[in-house]
């Protein structure tokens, strides 16, 4: 459970490999993108903080986060990238669609781990209100897309 106001997203800059030499796919839902656009924002300015160059920053729009796996999927298959990163908010609500959509999401993302060499970053947020998703993509407990994005660098890194 994350600290009531603290911070979660604090990196020491010196323990990460730099990014220079590296390609990024990133997916973004555009469902909830009041929140997708905080973890993208976050996203990119920890990969550029990193050394990351823009023109090795790609970034797909998808409708939802439904529809992660299949962008990533594509993404995979059609550029080369050393990692991706998926992007998403899905808000409890009054039926059980949340649980079947994080599900998916989860489990979709998971296998293309299982079924490629390339890494793919699991940045959704699956949360019970608008404000836990605000705090968490910008707000005060940090932004899970930064987090995402020194995931990434470290996996795309990852026995190099």
């Known amino acids: 459970m994350a600290t009531e106001n603290k911070n979660l997203s604090a990196y020491d800059k010196t323990t990460i490999p730099n990014a220079k030499e590296l390609r990024f796919g990133i997916v973004v839902s555009e469902w909830n993108d009041n929140i997708t656009e905080g973890l993208y924002n976050g996203a ?37 990238v050393d990692v991706v990163i998926a992007i998403g908010s899905v808000i ?11 599900s998916a999401a989860a489990q979709g993302i998971k296998d293309l781990n299982v079924a490629y060499d390339i890494p793919v970053i699991f940045c959704v947020l699956t949360d019970n209100t608008l404000q836990q ?11 899970k897309g930064t987090e ?12 190099k």
């Open 44 to 80: 990119l300015e920890a990969l550029m903080d990193c050394g990351a160059l823009t023109d090795n920053i790609l970034r797909w729009n998808v409708p939802g986060t439904y529809e992660l796996t299949f962008g990533s999927k594509k993404m995979l298959n059609t550029q080369k």
């Open 92 to 102: 409890r609500g009054e039926t059980s669609h949340f649980d079947f959509v994080c």
């Open 148 to 159: 995402a994005a020194i995931a990434a660098i470290k996996m795309a890194t990852l026995g």
């Open 133 to 143: 998703a605000i705090d968490r993509s910008g707000g005060k407990h940090g932004n």
